[in-house]
Structure formats: structure tokens, C-alpha cells
């Protein structure tokens, strides 16, 4: 037998005894490394009719339902959810793919997050799909695992898996709501007239919308605005508006006398109402859309604060006041501080301080 013949013998030899090595170990791990962790999710995903997400305790998280044209969460009445935090789990776990094969044994499930979430001190999520042929029920543990990887385990089940799949499962209830609320360009406002309840009213406008600042119209005699912009960031609280709790619209009976009433107009004529509650120390705002006139046409400015010339006209406008009460009729909302502190300035709070109130120069030794 010539030499290289030898050679090529011995290494077909070696490749065979490593091929049925690696069968071995695949069959000791179960035969499913590479194999999907729930075979037969992605082709039902549209199927799914609600999730539910347990934490610690076997406390429920979030209760998502499928309702006609969106996602609803119960522990906020109903609420819209978050459909693309909804999207992007249900994908990661339709097409989690098991990496390696871990532990069994219930003592370690902890280090992996994986242990049974009714301890008070469970680290993982719980995970529940109804809808499909089978119910699914997942716990994931630790994620980011070396990156876009997890620990999970099947409930019931003893057997521990590293899976691939970006998974985003927040503990927190709020954080399963669509927070976003409005979204109207500084640029679309016309003015914004706050009105407290001791009858004091502050209203800042614009002429055209190409005008850079709004102005105060009334402004006491011998004062004047702290600096030429300061009222801008009253018109832009519309802009990115997204809410930090929300819950059906409460007793407000039971509230202290609202703070304000704020009412915003567009230059193309919706009118945006905002009514603002003391309610258990925070301040709780209702929102509501009505038809107004317009006034003015929409300046054509070659600036950067010219707005859209595509911003909706005439029936757009009652479509538009359609839409926003049925996305926000109903509920009250809390937003950011400095979102609430701009809807109850008061005309002081955009003056320069009065000569009386300046403080006196330092004497000279």
C-alpha cells in the first residue's frame, strides 16, 4: 500500500469517528441543538390572540389581548399596548434557535434565571401564548447572554436551553403601553391661551407662522419678557407628547379645582383642549380635539420653522379630530414635569424681574 494511500485511508477513518462522535453528542443532547425552541410559533404568529407576561411572585405584568385593530392591556383598562415591543418578542421567541443544551437540575436554575417564577425573588419572566393548537409557556431568564442570547426553560419542564434571540421583557406594567400621545409641530401652532382657575390668563400667539418667537399680547406696564423666545416652549408641548401613566378617565369630582385650562390653535384650525387636575399630588391632564376656524393661511417661509405645506385642510381637519379623541377620549394621562410645568406657567414666570425686584448692587469698602 503506497504511503499516500495510507494517509487518505487514516483520515477518512478519523472523519468517521468524528462524524459519529458528533452524532453522539447530538443524540445526548437531546437532538435538538439548532432546532427551533418552539417548532410551529412563526407559522401561527398571526394566530396569537393574547400574551401574558408573570413575574416574580406569579405576579402578572401584562395581560395583552388581541382586540380588533390593536393590542389592549388589562392592567391599564384596556389601554393600548405597545404592538412593536408585542412584534419583536413574538418573533424573537418564533425564531429562537436552541445553541446548547444546560442544566436540568432545579438547584441551578437560578444562576441560569430560569427558576419557577412563583418565588417572590424570581429573576426570569414568564411567558404565556393562547390562541394556537398548543399554549405556549416559556420562562426566559438571563438575556444578552455573549449578545443577542438567553437562558429559557418550557414551564413544567426541567430541561435548561441557551437560545439565540433578542428578547425586550420589561417588569414594569407601564412599559407595555404605546406611550406616544400627540405629536404637532411647534411650527403648526397659531397660539396657546392658559387659563388658571383665579381667572388669571396667559396667552402667547404668532402672526404668521414664519414668525420665529410667539409673543405675549399682554404684558404689564413697565415689564418684559425675560428673553425674546422664552414663550416657544409652551407651544412646543404638543411635540413628542408621550404619556408617563394613564388610566381611564377618573372621578375628577373627587380632584382638587383644576390648575388650568389650555387651548391650543393651529394655523389650519384644530383646537387642542388640555384640562389639568391636582389629583393625589400629581397632575393629571385630559385631552380633547375640536374643529376651529382658520384664521389665517399657512405661511409659505423658505425657514426652518415654516411648517408642512402638506399639514391637513378642511376634511383632513375633521378626520384628524376624529382620530385623536378616539386614540385619547376617555382617559387621563400624566407626562413629563417639564411638559406640565410649561401648560401651568403663569405670565411672571416669562418676565424679567421688575426693577423693585433686582437685587441690590454690593456696597464698596
Known amino acids: 500500500m503506497h504511503r499516500k494511500t495510507l494517509i487518505a485511508l487514516l483520515t477518512l477513518a ?3 469517528i468524528l462524524a459519529v462522535s458528533l452524532t453522539n453528542l447530538s443524540k445526548q443532547l437531546g437532538g435538538d441543538v439548532n432546532q427551533l425552541l418552539v417548532p410551529a410559533l412563526e407559522a401561527q404568529l398571526n394566530d396569537v390572540a393574547s400574551v401574558r407576561v408573570v413575574g416574580a411572585g ?3 405584568i401584562a395581560t395583552l389581548s388581541r382586540a380588533e385593530s390593536a393590542w ?3 392592567e391599564k383598562s384596556g389601554y393600548r399596548a405597545d404592538i412593536g415591543r408585542i412584534r ?9 434557535r436552541i445553541i446548547e443544551q444546560k442544566t436540568a437540575n432545579p438547584e441551578y436554575f437560578e444562576r441560569l434565571g430560569v427558576e419557577t417564577i412563583a418565588g417572590e425573588s424570581a429573576s426570569g419572566v414568564l411567558i404565556e401564548l393562547d390562541g394556537l393548537a398548543e399554549p405556549v409557556s416559556i420562562i426566559i431568564g438571563d438575556t444578552g447572554i455573549g449578545g443577542d442570547y438567553a437562558y429559557v426553560r418550557e414551564a413544567g419542564e426541567n430541561q435548561s436551553w441557551l437560545v439565540n434571540g433578542a428578547f425586550d421583557l420589561p417588569t414594569e406594567t407601564i412599559d407595555w403601553v ?3 400621545m400627540l405629536d404637532i409641530p411647534t411650527a403648526r401652532i397659531r397660539a396657546v391661551t392658559i387659563t388658571h ?4 390668563v396667559l396667552r402667547i400667539e404668532k402672526a404668521t407662522a414664519a414668525d420665529p418667537n410667539f409673543v405675549v399680547p399682554e404684558i404689564p406696564d413697565g415689564r418684559e419678557l425675560n428673553y425674546p423666545s422664552v414663550a416657544n416652549a409652551i407651544a412646543g408641548v404638543l411635540t413628542g407628547l408621550s404619556l408617563e401613566d394613564v388610566q381611564a378617565s377618573p372621578d375628577l369630582e373627587s380632584a382638587e379645582a383644576a390648575p388650568a385650562t389650555i387651548m391650543f390653535e393651529t394655523f389650519d384650525g384644530l383646537l ?3 384640562t389639568a387636575y391636582s389629583l393625589n399630588d400629581e397632575t393629571w391632564i385630559q385631552v380633547a380635539a375640536r374643529l376651529g376656524e382658520r384664521p389665517t393661511p399657512i405661511a409659505s417661509a423658505d425657514t426652518d420653522d415654516a411648517p408642512d405645506q402638506t399639514a391637513p385642510e378642511g376634511s383632513a381637519i375633521g378626520d384628524e379630530v376624529e382620530r ?3 386614540r385619547l377620549g376617555g382617559w387621563a394621562y400624566t407626562v413629563a414635569s417639564y411638559k406640565t410645568e410649561q401648560l401651568l406657567k403663569r405670565i411672571d414666570d416669562l418676565l424679567a424681574p421688575a426693577n423693585d425686584e433686582l437685587p441690590l448692587p454690593e456696597k464698596s469698602e
Open 324 to 326: 385623536l379623541n378616539a
Open 88 to 96: 419583536s418578542n413574538l418573533i424573537a421567541l418564533a425564531r429562537a
Open 197 to 200: 382657575q383665579d381667572g388669571e
Open 58 to 60: 406569579d405576579q402578572a
Open 178 to 180: 404605546d406611550r406616544e
Open 14 to 16: 478519523a472523519l468517521l
Open 72 to 74: 389592549e392591556l388589562a
Open 272 to 274: 387642542i383642549d388640555v
